[in-house]
């Protein structure tokens, strides 16, 4: 008792000698995300070797979807469904015009083409996030099955991540994309830009897809994170950090919009 009652009287003087140091020692997060896999073995083999625990988003309409999931699951990685919705196309995206048996058939058949899968994100669905009913029921699934769910955040009008968060499923929602431009230059800088943003709130989450450009930089720059105060992080443990709340710039108050 009496030791910790001494390290509770230290770091109280620190604070107060030195205001700056509990801003200073803030903990600064990063989770990322690759999307689109499952399409090319080649490009697939470099997302899961990259140094780190990266969260391995496969499409599952894409012919090496299983034997991928199988594989990053057995070295050890986080593998989540990227879940078409429109205006994606295909035999397993979601559309509006849809009926719930039908989007429910479509998801089932999602979680067998890519085992292991702990969560959901969607590909594209800058319409078909906005869809309340739709996304109610996709979040009561996830919960069902233990599952969480990333707002990959294609459009301001997304629902998705406020479903979420009003039936308390595990959830989180995109903060930067790094590669909307295909330069090392730009890939850099948006890192950069989730380094800050991390900083300032405490964790970013990042997603970025498996172009030859992204994986340069990633390989590059990763290693480098620690010396940038900065810790890599699995994405279970960023959902934990901010306990299903709202990063600034998707709500207020920890709310989303």
């Given at each position: 008792?009496?030791a910790?009652?001494?390290?509770w ?28 896999l499952?399409q ?39 593998v ?41 994100n ?54 930067v ?56 992080i ?22 989303y919009?």
């Amino acid at each position: 008792m009496r030791a910790l009652f001494r390290h509770w009287l230290a770091a109280a003087l620190l604070a107060v000698c030195w205001p700056g140091a509990a801003q200073a020692q803030a903990p600064a997060f990063i989770s990322i995300i690759i999307d689109d896999l499952g399409q090319n073995p080649p490009r697939d083999q470099r997302a899961l070797n990259l140094p780190g625990p990266v969260t391995l988003a496969v499409m599952p309409d894409t012919p090496h979807a299983a034997e991928f999931a199988r594989q990053a699951h057995k070295a050890g990685k986080t593998v989540i469904i990227h879940m078409p919705m429109d205006p994606a196309g295909g035999p397993f995206a979601w559309r509006p015009d849809l009926p719930p048996t039908e989007l429910q058939s479509r998801l089932d058949a999602a979680f067998e083409a890519v085992p292991f899968a702990a969560g959901l994100n969607n590909h594209e669905g800058s319409r078909m996030t906005s869809q309340p009913e739709a996304m109610e029921m996709l979040m009561s699934t996830l919960q069902q099955r233990h599952l969480f769910f990333i707002d990959s955040r294609t459009s301001a009008s997304t629902v998705a991540a406020a479903k979420a968060q009003a039936i308390g499923l595990a959830s989180a929602s995109r903060d930067v994309f790094l590669d909307d431009t295909r330069t090392a230059e730009a890939i850099s800088a948006q890192l950069a830009a989730a380094i800050r943003l991390a900083k300032k709130q405490g964790s970013a989450l990042v997603i970025g897809h498996p172009h030859p450009v992204t994986l340069d930089v990633l390989e590059r720059e990763l290693p480098k994170l620690k010396a940038e105060g900065v810790e890599w992080i699995p994405l279970r443990q960023l959902i934990a950090e901010r306990g299903n709340k709202a990063m600034g710039g998707h709500g207020k108050n920890g709310l989303y919009h």
